[in-house]
Nanobody, 115 residues
Framework: QVQLVESGGGLVQPGGSLRLSCAAG????????MGWYRQAPGNQRELVAD???????NYADSVKGRFTISRDNAKKTLYLQMNSLKPEDTAVYYC?????????WGKGTLVTVSS
């Protein structure tokens, strides 16, 4: 099994910043493709950003230029730096790990953007 634990969510005003972290258990973090997904109430879970084992990144159009995904293999941690936050960014954010066609998920961390 791969255990994923998200942290860093909370309440922030529009235009503010937040950094999410995902700590991964196990010893295979460096060979897993990682990503952040989010799900707002009444909506489907959607990809926010992902990063592969060589550091290539992909972002949803809605967050390009505002969010940055990164990974620290030594710390076995995935990050999402979120800047210029908007109310529509409000959602539960989930950490995802993928290996040989299998998906692993954290329990999520809630981000609320509101004034």
């Amino acid at each position: 099994q791969v255990q994923l634990v998200e942290s860093g969510g909370g309440l922030v005003q529009p235009g503010g910043s937040l950094r999410l972290s995902c700590a991964a258990g196990g010893s295979i973090f460096s060979i897993m493709n990682m990503g952040w997904y989010r799900q707002a109430p009444g909506n489907q879970r959607e990809l926010v950003a992902d990063i592969n084992i060589v550091g290539s990144t992909n972002y949803a159009d809605s967050v390009k230029g505002r969010f940055t995904i990164s990974r620290d293999n030594a710390k076995k941690t995935l990050y999402l730096q979120m800047n210029s936050l908007k109310p529509e960014d409000t959602a539960v954010y989930y950490c995802n790990a993928r290996l040989t066609g299998k998906d692993f998920w954290g329990k999520g961390t809630l981000v609320t953007v509101s004034s």
